[in-house]
């Protein structure tokens, strides 16, 4: 079946970039999402990029997609105390009635 | 102008015990899913209604019900809870059946089985 994998975790100091990566093994993944969960909280979701795009920007993250070697990163600039959390990687195919298969998770921890 | 509701946030109930967990989304949408959550941070999908029909059960234990009384309601029934049920549950929704569309989630309900 589909696997998504990513490192459990990291830490960065504040103001400095993040980056969290992603593997894949479905290539017939659609669409690929990053979301968000900070300490008892729900999924937010932060972005998602559409498969026949290399890249995307918004504000402060970026998400480049190297569908060739199927990995997904997300670089957040200027990391704030405020991005602690664990970002999930998730994708989804378009191979039928398919639920999003989620990575284990990265926490990410930003140090002042 | 929440999206996907969930109710009770929190719920500590006993073995043996038999609990429902309700949610609702007022996107419209016409796909609703249910996660769950372990202790290790793993989110894997249990089940998925379209149109207030399954469509996706994963191998959960028979004793998981969903219920979807209409498309902006999924709830989820627990017979004879056991220890291992604890976890965070997940509600999503998306607008379409193939999922393809982004799924949006409710703020979750941690279960603890005592």
């Known amino acids: 079946g589909e696997d998504v994998e990513q490192s459990l975790f990291l830490s960065v100091r504040e103001g400095d970039s993040s980056v969290i990566n992603c593997t894949y093994t479905?290539?017939?993944?659609?669409?690929l999402y990053w979301y968000k969960q900070e300490p008892g909280a729900g999924l937010q979701l932060l972005t998602y990029?559409?498969?026949?795009?290399d890249m995307k920007q918004d504000q402060r993250l970026t998400v480049l997609l190297n569908k060739k070697d199927k990995h997904l990163s997300l670089r957040i600039a200027d990391t704030q105390t405020g991005d602690s959390a664990i970002y999930f990687c998730?994708?989804?195919?378009?191979?039928?009635?398919?639920?999003?298969?989620f990575g284990k998770g990265t926490r990410l921890s930003v140090i002042a | 102008d929440t999206a996907v509701s969930q109710t009770p946030k929190y719920l500590v109930t006993q073995m043996g015990n038999d609990k429902s967990i309700k949610c609702e989304q007022n996107l419209g949408h016409d796909t609703m899913y249910w996660y769950k959550q372990d202790s290790k941070k793993f989110l894997k999908i249990m089940f998925s209604y379209n149109n207030k029909e399954l469509i996706i059960n994963e191998t959960v234990p028979n004793r998981f019900s969903p219920k979807s009384p209409d498309k902006a309601h999924l709830n989820l029934h627990i017979n004879s809870l056991e220890l291992g049920d604890s976890a965070v549950y997940f509600c999503?929704?998306?607008?379409?059946?193939?999922?393809?569309?982004?799924?949006?989630f409710g703020p979750g309900t941690r279960l603890t089985v005592l």
């Open positions: 998730a994708e989804i195919s378009n191979s039928g009635n398919t639920p999003l298969v």
């Open positions: 479905d290539s017939s993944s659609t669409y």
């Open positions: 999503a929704s998306s607008s379409q059946a193939g999922g393809t569309d982004t799924q949006y």
């Open positions: 990029i559409f498969s026949n795009m």
